[in-house]
């Protein structure tokens, strides 16, 4: 796919370009995400990412906690990543131990595990993605702003983000990444795409929910820009950036277009928390 974005569907007038596989795209109303999903210039082979700011990471839990301790000293991160990741496995194993039933029996591998517990809130190395734009837009705009750092610092101005990651972009050998070799890209590490089978979730499929795990722990815009080193032609990363001025605006048009806290999480606790959220945007 040419990435050629049409300048009216950019609402900023810079046309926005791509480096090293990375490309920005700042949005001011939801009409213009809108018609740059339906009008196909996004493959139908990304997958999505809500988050509330823009500059945050694309870290799983367990990695936030490693990359805190990356740039101290007398520190082997790689060792440290190591013994966190397993330790925190066999601690949820035990912690669960009377509670699974027949579902233990089904949990054959360790990302089956590590799924089963980002569902409940536990810390892993995996990242929340999903397949649709829209669900990954709910995502990003449903947490209220922080209004008291807003109100502390009025020179900071949050946006919001919707990521897409190519799904080209993952294994060893990266489909879209330049063909060459040289001394500074290495494949040893990779993005890996982790497809949950869990029968009794139904959030998992009402969010068309997927994870993504880094073997090394590292910041998936950090491993895409290592790979895509002089990749100009098209992104296997997208960033949509959007202003939070809208998002009142765009939690009423998700609504209406069925996509909030009672479908994606189809119980007791996804009705009351569609209730607060309908009330705070009134």
Same mark, same amino acid.
């Given at each position: 796919?040419?990435?050629?974005?049409?300048?009216?569907?950019?609402?900023?007038?810079?046309?926005?370009?791509?480096?090293?596989?990375?490309?920005?795209?700042?949005?001011?109303?939801?009409?213009?995400?809108?018609?740059?999903?339906?009008?196909?210039?996004?493959?139908?082979?990304?997958?999505?990412?809500?988050?509330?700011?823009?500059?945050?990471?694309?870290?799983?839990?367990?990695?936030?906690?490693?990359?805190?301790?990356?740039?101290?000293?007398?520190?082997?991160?790689?060792?440290?990543?190591?013994?966190?990741?397993?330790?925190?496995?066999?601690?949820?194993?035990?912690?669960?131990?009377?509670?699974?039933?027949?579902?233990?029996?089904?949990?054959?591998?360790?990302?089956?595990?590590?799924?089963?517990?980002?569902?409940?809130?536990?810390?892993?190395?995996?990242?929340?993605?999903?397949?649709?734009?829209?669900?990954?837009?709910? !995502? &990003? /705009?449903? %947490? @209220?702003?922080?209004?008291?750092?807003?109100t502390v610092n009025s020179s900071i101005r949050s946006r919001r983000a919707v990521f897409a990651l190519s799904t080209a972009a993952f294994g060893p050998q990266p489909s879209l990444a330049k063909?060459?070799?040289?001394?500074?890209?290495s494949y040893e590490h990779y993005i890996k795409r982790v497809d949950p089978i869990l029968d009794d979730s139904a959030r998992l499929v009402n969010q068309a929910a997927l994870f993504t795990?880094?073997?090394?722990?590292?910041?998936?815009?950090?491993?895409?820009?290592?790979?895509?080193?002089?990749?100009?032609?098209?992104?296997?990363?997208?960033? !949509? &950036? /959007?202003? %939070? @001025?809208?998002?009142?605006?765009?939690?009423?048009?998700?609504?209406?277009?069925?996509?909030?806290?009672?479908?994606?999480?189809?119980?007791?606790?996804?009705?009351?928390?569609?209730?607060?959220?309908?009330?705070?945007?009134?």
């Amino acid at each position: 796919m040419q990435w050629q974005p049409g300048d009216e569907l950019v609402s900023e007038p810079r046309q926005p370009e791509t480096t090293d596989g990375v490309l920005r795209i700042d949005i001011a109303a939801w009409g213009d995400f809108q018609r740059l999903i339906h009008e196909n210039l996004i493959a139908p082979d990304f997958i999505y990412r809500g988050q509330r700011c823009h500059d945050w990471l694309l870290l799983s839990r367990i990695d936030r906690i490693v990359e805190l301790n990356r740039s101290a000293k007398n520190y082997d991160v790689d060792k440290l990543r190591h013994k966190l990741i397993r330790w925190q496995l066999e601690a949820f194993k035990r912690a669960t131990r009377g509670m699974l039933g027949r579902i233990r029996e089904t949990l054959k591998s360790d990302e089956a595990w590590w799924a089963l517990g980002q569902h409940f809130g536990l810390a892993t190395p995996l990242l929340d993605w999903t397949e649709s734009p829209y669900v990954a837009a709910f !995502f &990003a /705009f449903v %947490e @209220e702003p922080d209004r008291w750092n807003q109100t502390v610092n009025s020179s900071i101005r949050s946006r919001r983000a919707v990521f897409a990651l190519s799904t080209a972009a993952f294994g060893p050998q990266p489909s879209l990444a330049k063909a060459m070799v040289s001394k500074d890209v290495s494949y040893e590490h990779y993005i890996k795409r982790v497809d949950p089978i869990l029968d009794d979730s139904a959030r998992l499929v009402n969010q068309a929910a997927l994870f993504t795990e880094v073997t090394n722990g590292r910041d998936i815009a950090h491993m895409v820009r290592k790979q895509y080193k002089g990749v100009s032609e098209r992104p296997a990363l997208i960033e !949509f &950036a /959007f202003p %939070e @001025e809208i998002r009142n605006d765009v939690i009423e048009r998700l609504n209406v277009m069925n996509v909030n806290h009672k479908t994606l999480f189809p119980d007791l606790e996804g009705a009351a928390k569609h209730c607060n959220t309908m009330l705070g945007i009134r």
